[in-house]
Nanobody, 127 residues
């Protein structure tokens, strides 16, 4: 089972940038689709971004399009989330998630298709 460890969170002012990293172990990284989800205060965890096995296809929530970039390095077994022009609404606990090959685009947005999760890294954006 994949082990995921997130890093790179912190406190930043609105308009600032952060880069999240998620390192993995215990798995063949290149066989996993990867995603980032955010949990603001409350029970709901929302989709942020996802990337397919090769890294050639990416998917984003409408709220982050043009500001966030997901990427992966299959040699380093790591997925990244570059976050620019951060807004207070981006505040939350960011989780990295790993799933198998996903055949349908719509399923990249669904947390049910990601089986393994990290512990999360906190991002706080002040206004």
């Amino acid at each position: 089972q994949a082990q995921l460890v997130e890093s790179g969170g912190g406190l930043v002012q609105a308009g600032g940038s952060l880069r999240l990293s998620c390192s993995t172990s215990g798995t063949t990284f290149s066989t996993y689709s990867m995603g980032w989800f955010r949990q603001a205060p409350g029970p709901e965890r929302k989709f942020v971004a996802a990337i397919n096995l090769s890294g050639r296809r990416t998917f984003y929530a409408d709220s982050v399009k043009g500001r966030f970039t997901i990427s992966r390095d299959n040699l380093k077994d790591t997925v990244y989330l570059e976050m620019n022009n951060l807004k207070p609404d981006d505040t939350g606990l960011y989780y990295c998630a790993a799933g198998g090959a996903i055949s349908s685009d719509e399923n990249y947005y669904k947390e049910d298709y990601f089986r393994n999760w990290g512990q999360g890294t906190q991002v706080t954006v002040s206004s």
